[in-house]
T-cell receptor, first 111, second 114 residues
Framework: KQEVTQIPAALSVPEGENLVLNCSFTDSAIYNLQWFRQDPGKGLTSLLLIQSSQREQTSGRLNASLDKSSGRSTLYIAASQPGDSATYLCAAFQGAQKLVFGQGTRLTINP | NAGVTQTPKFQVLKTGQSMTLQCAQD?????MSWYRQDPGMGLRLIHYSVGAGITDQGEVPNGYNVSRSTTEDFPLRLLSAAPSQTSVYFC?????????????FGEGSRLTVL
């Protein structure tokens, strides 16, 4: 059974720092991996989708990498801003009924 | 762009009542799904659909029914609400038939069952 783990559960950093969020999964047979952000009381906003054949994806200050062999994905946020404060979730996709989410990392950027 | 729209945003029910959570998307996505999000449990798949007329169960389907008569709409029905169904419900859709593509979520429906 696929298990997705995100460590740490919470992270607090000063504004301007570069940071890395981690996501690990136990079954490497995935079709893709997606990163989301969730603001309090809101839905999930898609950030980046990495297909299994890709190694990384970039969008603005965000860069996500995928290493299927080690069961790891990372989300790199450059030059963090207070507006980046949110919960970040990763989800490993194995099929129509096999999208497994991590518990999320709650990120706080301090001005 | 409306994207994925869920109604109602908030609902309070008494045990045993029934209701329908509505979900509509305007992106012509084949794949639609319903999740519930609970503290400490994360997001869990309830039901999903890969196209009009096709639905299937996810991880936690008991107590919920779905139908997919059109590409745009995917309502979730609670037949007899129970306190254990108190949760935040999210609808999501994807352009790939099996959900392989990027998944887009609605804003959520917050349900309390007393």
């Amino acid at each position: 059974k696929q298990e997705v783990t995100q460590i740490p559960a919470a992270l607090s950093v000063p504004e301007g720092e570069n940071l890395v969020l981690n996501c690990s999964f136990t079954d490497s047979a995935i079709y893709n991996l997606q990163w989301f952000r969730q603001d309090p009381g809101k839905g999930l906003t898609s950030l980046l989708l990495i297909q299994s054949s890709q190694r990384e994806q970039t969008s603005g200050r965000l860069n996500a990498s995928l290493d299927k062999s080690s069961g790891r994905s990372t989300l790199y946020i450059a030059a963090s801003q207070p507006g980046d404060s949110a919960t970040y979730l990763c989800a490993a996709f194995q099929g129509a009924q096999k999208l497994v989410f991590g518990q999320g990392t709650r990120l706080t950027i301090n001005p | 762009n409306a994207g994925v729209t869920q109604t109602p945003k908030f609902q309070v029910l008494k045990t045993g009542q029934s209701m329908t959570l509505q979900c509509a998307q305007d992106m012509n996505h084949e794949y639609m799904s319903w999740y519930r999000q609970d503290p400490g449990m994360g997001l869990r798949l309830i039901h999903y659909s890969v196209g009009a007329g096709i639905t299937d169960q996810g991880e936690v389907p008991n107590g919920y029914n779905v139908s997919r008569s059109t590409t745009e709409d995917f309502p979730l029905r609670l037949l007899s609400a129970a306190p254990s169904q108190t949760s935040v419900y999210f609808c999501a859709s994807s352009y790939a038939r099996q959900g392989y593509g990027e998944l887009f979520f609605g804003e959520g429906s917050r349900l309390t069952v007393l």
